[in-house]
């Protein structure tokens, strides 16, 4: 099991940036992968970047690309979020999470084997 804890969030005033700090520790294993999902209140779970550990191959949600990037740090197991650009729409709770890369490269939440406690960003208009 990996554990995941986050830091990062806060409130920020549209049009600016925020970056979100997810360090994993514990077990990984082969195509592993990480990623950040939030979920709006009355909204599902989203995904919005994922980055395979080997090779660095990455997904961007529609919504988030050309003003998300995510990261990693190999030495320091960590992964990162760098949120620019940031709209009204993206008031969330952030979720790291870890899971198996695969066919979906950790789109979809039933391939998340571990979540991080969340950390909330507000974009104040």
């Known amino acids: 099991q990996v554990q995941l804890v986050e830091s990062g969030g806060g409130l920020v005033q549209a049009g600016g940036s925020l970056r979100l700090s997810c360090a994993a520790s514990g077990r990984t294993f082969s195509n592993y992968a990480m990623g950040w999902f939030r979920q709006a209140p009355g909204k599902e779970r989203e995904v919005l970047a994922t980055i395979r550990w080997i090779g660095g191959s990455t997904y961007y949600a529609d919504s988030v690309k050309g003003r998300f990037t995510i990261s990693r740090d190999n030495a320091k197991n960590t992964v990162y979020l760098q949120m620019n650009s940031l709209k009204p729409e993206d008031t969330a709770v952030y979720y790291c999470?870890?899971?198996?890369?695969?066919?979906?490269?950790?789109?979809?939440?039933?391939?998340?084997?571990?979540w991080g406690q969340g950390t909330q960003v507000t974009v104040s208009s």
């Open positions: 999470a870890a899971g198996q890369w695969g066919p979906r490269r950790l789109t979809t939440t039933v391939d998340v084997g571990s």
